[in-house]
């Protein structure tokens, strides 16, 4: 995130003495991306974040493709899908690419692993983008404490040690992204603060809240994320034995409700409900709003060609005005080189409509995507006929 944020206690200067109160050193922690040349913080620990105490399993992970080759539409109802474990052992991977990886998840768990004092897990290849469709809980961080319930947004970088634990159980929807996961470019003026004309500022993005430091000795799991699967990793101290730390690298959070919509007297494109911005796709939310008010405005938005993109849309909940047959939940996948648009009748139908009530994430990919095998557990295969009049 471009806005610097300091909790706990740091020395004056970095790369200096910090000592304890009993006179003994703390250890600094350099956590930066592009080596040394783009965001970073710095952590203060009462132990050396290095020790590792054993190296255990390692999980492979394989992306098995959809039997279906087809280049079609889908609908993909993932309220079916038969997910349920911890926030690892519930991910249903449905889309996946160079750029990212797209799951559905329930979690219904806390993580719990035997052998161990205490476990987390490490994304270690990808950035994370979290959409909470429902649930409670907490993400615990070695940088803080950030709270979830319904409609957030939580972006968790590469390299933060985590876990959730949940108060009730919890639906989401996951990207996985090689790159890093940002505030859009055009809402940022050239020192990065987000501009009067964005719809959303500083002050809906909440950040983590630093606890008291755990002094532990034990065994601790570090489930870490590989661009192959998950490794085991136990460390002899806790790692969330940070006493303070500053800079612009931490998770965050942003809740889909805090996103100001931009509406015209015509229809306006996606790119105005734009929310997040990667190398490989755009994220856009499509919010509760009024619609457009010239007298002739259609609404419902113009057939189009994603001659570039394909375009994922999850529909979290509301009444969708250009879709039949859409429940909460489903994701309509619409590939590059077919045109698509509203269905029969709903085009028509929104002429003189003064307003819409609905939540959807849309996900618009720069490259084909692949179809998962776990997606064909819950896929409409009449959705591509379903604009036949």
Same mark, same amino acid.
């Given at each position: ?114 052998? /161990? ?18 649930? #409670? $809980? ?62 959303? /500022? ?9 606890? #008291? ?70 994220? /856009? ?51 590059? $080189? ?39 557990? /819950? ?11």
């Amino acid at each position: 995130m471009p806005f610097y944020l300091q909790q706990g206690h740091i020395p004056a200067k970095r790369h200096t003495v910090f000592k304890k109160y009993d006179g003994s050193l703390l250890y600094e922690e350099l956590m930066s991306r592009e080596g040394f040349s783009y965001v970073y913080s710095n952590l203060y620990h009462i132990h050396m974040p290095t020790q590792i105490a054993n190296i255990g399993k390692f999980y492979s992970n394989k992306f098995e493709s959809s039997f279906d080759k087809t280049h079609r539409p889908r609908h993909i109802r993932t309220s079916e899908l038969v997910s349920a474990g911890d926030i690892i052992s519930s991910r249903k991977l449905l889309f996946f690419n160079q750029d990212l990886n797209i799951y559905k998840s329930h979690v219904t768990e806390n993580m719990s692993y035997i052998d /161990c004092d205490d476990n987390f897990y490490k994304n270690g290849n990808y950035d994370e983008l979290i959409y909470v469709q429902e649930g #409670e $809980g907490v993400i615990h961080t070695q940088l803080g404490d950030l709270k979830y319930h319904n409609g957030d947004y939580i972006i968790i970088p590469r390299g933060i040690v985590w876990k959730m634990s949940i108060s009730k159980d919890t639906k989401i929807l996951i990207i996985e992204s090689v790159a890093p996961i940002e505030t859009p470019q055009k809402y940022r003026n050239r020192v990065g603060q987000l501009l009067e004309h964005s719809p959303f /500022c500083e002050r809906d993005i909440h950040t983590p809240v630093l606890n #008291e430091p755990i002094n532990k000795s034990g065994k601790f799991l570090i489930k870490v994320r590989t661009d192959r699967g998950i490794q085991d990793i136990f460390y002899s101290k806790h790692p969330f034995d940070v006493v303070g730390w500053d800079g612009y690298y931490f998770p965050w959070k942003l809740n889909i409700d805090d996103f100001e919509p931009i509406v015209g007297s015509i229809h306006q494109p996606p790119p105005v409900h734009q929310v997040f911005q990667s190398k490989g796709f755009v994220v /856009c939310s499509f919010v509760s709003r009024l619609f457009d008010f010239h007298p002739d405005a259609i609404p419902a938005p113009y057939p189009h060609s994603n001659v570039d993109s394909d375009e994922i849309l999850f529909y979290s909940k509301g009444d969708f005005m250009s879709r039949k047959g859409i429940q909460s939940e489903s994701i309509s996948y619409h590939p590059m $080189g077919i045109p698509h648009g509203p269905h029969p009748g709903k085009y028509e139908g929104s002429i003189g409509k003064k307003s819409t009530d609905e939540l959807a994430v849309m996900v618009d990919t720069f490259k084909p995507l692949n179809i998962a095998l776990d997606a064909d557990e /819950c896929d409409d295969s009449e959705y591509p006929k379903s604009w036949v009049l």
